[in-house]
């Protein structure tokens, strides 16, 4: 074995492949991370980092399971610490609170059962009181890709831990978007299944009635690989039900957000415009798409937090909180307090009840047979600027999640492109508990609409001119203008309608108008068919050096054309 064998960013697929073919071993790969860890302990990743020590009785079991027979059999996990390792310290994010776990979680013990290896607890945003990643006593976890922005929290830890490579799959756990915004941030998937779908015992609660343990992966097959497996109630779990994910179809209907969306952070505009490609992707992909009003979700948001529901999280740690005076982060002890206030009666949460009622109700019939895609987050921060403005940059980042858990919906976090360099863009899928297979159905869907190519096209195909509604309808998207490198001539061919020929040439060459447009992988075998000769698609260098697929004409065909090579470019021929 040797180390480069091992891959830099986990799979289940990959690692299982590679323990077939005797590539390494567990106990290799869990070395590796316990190395990996060690290298960057400045992210501040982990409460209680891999080690040998710890992880050696869970690689020992594994000599006594057949590979084959166990679907987890050595893929290494990580846990938020928040829940529970039997045996091994469980903190929340607050030292005071520390006690070694008598037995594992729920979750946890099924995934062990399966031949999962847990390599470590991860760090999180105190008491799971925040979207940022920064509100840890053991130091604030930074971004992975970029480490001067926001983990996104509060399951910070262990989306970093799947995104360093340090684990394949990891729990997080989410209340109002801690599932899905690290994921958005790392360009990861976030999982989020239905409330009560998985049991929560061995949880430290923040709203004990709506949290859900999630799972954060690089691949959606391993997001439902661990789901398979964890789902399903238990009979100790008073929270957990019965919650199959339904029949595997694709949704109906596509929901996007009516009018403009707010977008923040020093990021906004370039979130606007990633977003702007979502919608444009999705409304020119042939799928049925409709403008909806999410006003009720936001309302349903402000409940969660401004209103009387926020003491549920006091109901919990209202004891710990007073005999325990100063031991939590002014923050989040802040935050905490906020459940105690004198206007949170019962009156107001029966009636904060009541309109979520009437809330869901609407919500349902909205996403019958359909899925409502938001921008997982509408923008990131700086750790510095978190640090200056806490309150209102984390409540910045929950704009799209909140609502989520109240409304008993579903939630898939996927990556959905950049914003930036290593600076991804994520957007969520909603829909209904019963409707969950859907939601898995459209991630696969999106992805397939989402992989493009970039066609350079110099004549009928550009803009206003004859074919360019085959290039719309083909889920195709203008990009830019642009030019090739000064190797080409240009030519009008002997065809009816008149239609140019490119061709490279080693000498005499010229530069050539031309635009570049997006399309779909799906749609370009259909288009690439559709090109009658002496035209095809070959390769074209851009004058930025670019290299992209584009037509390109046979040498043959210019024995009978014109050479309009002085003109630059189609447009110029067209309009003489």
């Known amino acids: ?143 992975a890709l970029r480490p001067e922005l926001i983990s996104g929290g509060s399951s910070s830890g262990s989306a970093v831990a799947v995104a360093l490579g340090q684990a394949a799959f990891s729990l997080g756990t989410d209340t109002a978007g801690s599932g899905r915004i690290p994921a958005a941030l790392h360009g990861l998937v976030g999982y989020k299944p239905a409330v009560g779908a998985w049991p929560s015992t061995g949880l430290v609660p923040a709203c004990r009635s709506i949290d859900c343990i999630t799972v954060f992966a690089y691949e959606l097959e391993d997001a439902v690989s661990v789901d398979r497996i964890v789902r399903g109630p238990h009979a100790e779990d008073a929270f957990s039900r019965s919650r199959p994910v339904g029949p595997s179809r694709a949704p109906a209907k596509w929901l996007l957000p009516k009018g403009e969306l707010t977008f923040y952070g020093p990021f906004a505009k370039e979130y606007e415009a990633a977003w702007h490609t979502v919608k444009q992707t999705l409304l020119q992909s042939g799928l049925y798409v409709e403008e909806v009003d999410i006003s009720l979700l936001q309302e349903a948001a402000t409940l969660l937090y401004e209103g009387p529901l926020v003491a549920e999280r006091w109901a919990d740690l209202e004891s710990f909180v007073e005999l325990h005076p100063g031991a939590l ?119 397939q609409n989402q992989a493009r190519i970039l066609v350079a096209v110099c004549g009928l195909h550009m803009r206003g001119m004859l074919l360019e509604a085959q290039m719309t309808g083909l889920g195709a998207t203008f990009v830019e203008e642009a030019r090739t490198a000064p190797a080409y001539r240009l030519y009008q061919l002997n065809t009816s309608p008149a239609k140019p020929g490119l061709v490279h040439t080693l000498e005499d060459g010229a530069a050539i108008d031309l635009e570049l447009w997006s399309i779909p992988v799906t749609s370009f075998g259909v288009f690439t068919a559709a090109i009658p000769a002496p035209l095809g698609i070959g390769k074209i260098l851009l004058q930025d050096g670019r290299v992209v697929s584009g037509f390109i004409c046979e040498a043959s065909a210019i024995e009978t054309a014109v050479d309009i090579t002085h003109l630059g470019g189609w447009r110029k021929a067209v309009s003489i």
């Open 329 to 447: 982060l002014p923050v989040t002890e802040n935050i905490l307090r906020t459940g105690s206030k004198e206007m949170h009666t019962a009156t107001a949460l029966f009636r904060a009840q009541h309109r979520l009622a009437e809330i869901q109700r609407i919500t349902k019939e909205l996403l019958q047979e359909a899925i409502l895609v938001l921008p997982t987050c509408g923008g990131t921060w700086t750790r510095e600027q978190v640090q200056k403005d806490p309150i209102h940059t984390n409540s910045q980042m929950g704009l799209y999640t909140n609502h989520c858990n109240l409304l008993d919906l579903s939630a898939l976090a996927i990556p959905a492109g950049e914003v930036a360099e290593n600076t991804p863009f994520g957007i969520t899928l909603f829909t209904l508990p019963e409707q969950e297979a859907s939601m898995l159905e459209a991630a696969k869907m999106f992805r």
């Open 1 to 143: 074995m040797t180390v480069n064998a091992i891959p830099n960013t986990m799979s289940i697929h990959a690692l299982r492949n590679g323990y077939l073919r005797g590539s390494f071993t567990p106990s290799e790969v869990v070395e590796s991370i316990i190395q990996r860890a060690s290298n960057t302990k400045d992210y501040h990743v982990w409460i209680t980092p891999p080690s040998l020590e710890l992880i050696a009785p869970y690689l020992e079991k594994l000599q006594h399971m057949c590979m084959t027979e166990y679907p987890l059999w050595g893929i290494p996990f990580a846990i938020k610490d928040n829940i529970a390792v039997q045996g091994w310290p469980l903190t929340a994010g607050c030292p005071e609170f520390a006690a070694v776990s008598e037995q594992h979680a729920i979750v946890v013990e099924r995934l062990i059962a399966a031949g999962a290896v847990p390599v470590g607890k991860t760090n999180l945003d105190q008491f799971a009181t925040g979207l940022v990643g920064t509100r840890s006593p053991y130091g604030d976890t930074h971004n």
